[in-house]
């Protein structure tokens, strides 16, 4: 073999070995090993869930790092039990929450009357879950979940550990759902949404590193939703997604049942600050007449040239496949 063969051929070992590198890199979830501080939750501004994860760069990054992007944080992990299912096909999804010292968590703090709330979504955005999974004693958790279509979802677990110094964190997971997959795209901007005969409009929007108001209304058949129920402890819960890498933020109402200013409808308003431009999805949790309906809406955090809050017209459909578990 001459000198420019031997040559041609280490190349082709070496690139052969860093294309190998890559593909378990990117298949592998973040770690943060220092992540930023998380606002704790229950306030009227709460910038982002949980805390760390590597966001996008853009403005107001500092002060709004979204959650969700990492496996592991302050000494606590997320380990998921059942890293696969079959699309159509009612699975019992288990995971563990682990501690500095690798045991299973079981000591956890309540929020809104959850040890821990199960954020699911696909990553085109398009299906939607918010479960509360039961713990054994043992510290698995587990919750059944049956899924329209394969494809790569995110799983966020949202917890407080118990010893009343961590504070909140959203933890992440990918999670392949097999089957005939076909990819799809986030639903286009919207105002208004409808969802089993109930019409919600968003007012306000986001705005990168700054705080902004967003104002739900509910109505019904032409009539304005006034005897929304509390759920949860409060009467909506709003989960933000950021397309693409799914940064995850969880804000929460302004205002709660029974304070003596806060009424029950049509309007639930929150406040919220984006991590960085781009597009994101917003899932409305709401209960009226006993059961809980999610209504979702795609906005744009306003970037350079690009006003706050930029939205098209009515998106008459639900994210598919919506479920709650209690």
């Known amino acids: ?10 190349a082709a070992v070496l690139a052969a070995a860093f294309g190998t590198a890559f593909g378990v890199g990117t298949g592998i979830d973040p770690v943060n090993p220092e992540p930023a501080s998380h606002s704790k939750h229950g306030s009227s501004t709460v910038e982002a ?18 959650g969700g992007l990492q496996v592991s944080e302050k000494g606590y992990a997320f380990e998921l039990k059942t890293p696969r299912i079959a699309a159509g096909r009612e699975t019992d999804l288990a995971f563990v929450i682990r501690d500095g010292k690798g045991g299973a968590l079981t000591s956890f703090a309540r929020d809104h009357g959850k040890e821990l709330h199960l954020i699911l ?19 698995t958790w587990s919750t059944p979940v049956k899924l329209p279509a394969a494809g790569d979802y995110r799983l966020f677990a949202d917890f407080t550990p118990g010893d009343g110094k961590t504070g909140n964190l959203t933890l992440g997971r990918d999670l392949a759902v097999s089957g005939a997959y076909r990819p799809g795209e986030a639903p286009a901007p919207s105002r208004t949404t409808t969802v089993d005969g109930y019409t919600v409009t968003l007012a306000g929007g986001l705005r990168p590193g700054s705080a902004e108001e967003l ?15 509390p759920y949860l402890g409060s009467y909506g819960h709003l989960v933000a997604l950021r397309a693409g890498d799914l940064a995850y933020l969880h804000v929460h109402p302004n205002g709660e049942p029974g304070d003596g200013v806060t009424k029950p409808g049509p309007e639930v308003s929150f ?25 979702a809406f795609t906005v744009r955090a306003g970037g350079a040239g690009e006003p706050a ?13 919506d479920g709650h578990s209690h």
Do not use: C, W
Not at 271 to 294: I, K, M, W
């Open 49 to 66: 869930g949980g805390s760390g994860g590597s966001g996008t760069g853009g403005a107001g990054d500092a002060e709004a790092r979204p």
């Open 1 to 10: 073999m001459n000198t420019a063969v031997r040559i041609t051929a280490y």
């Open 271 to 295: 406040t919220a600050t984006a991590p960085s431009a781009g597009t994101y999805r917003l899932f409305l949790d709401f209960q009226h007449e006993g059961e809980v309906r999610t209504a």
């Open 121 to 139: 979504a696909s990553r085109d955005l398009n299906t939607y879950r918010h479960l509360h999974p039961e713990r054994a004693a043992d510290g």
């Open 215 to 229: 104002r739900l209304k509910v109505s019904k058949g032409g009539r304005d939703v006034t005897d929304l129920q």
């Open 309 to 321: 809050g930029t939205a098209g017209t009515e998106q008459p459909a639900k994210p598919e496949g």
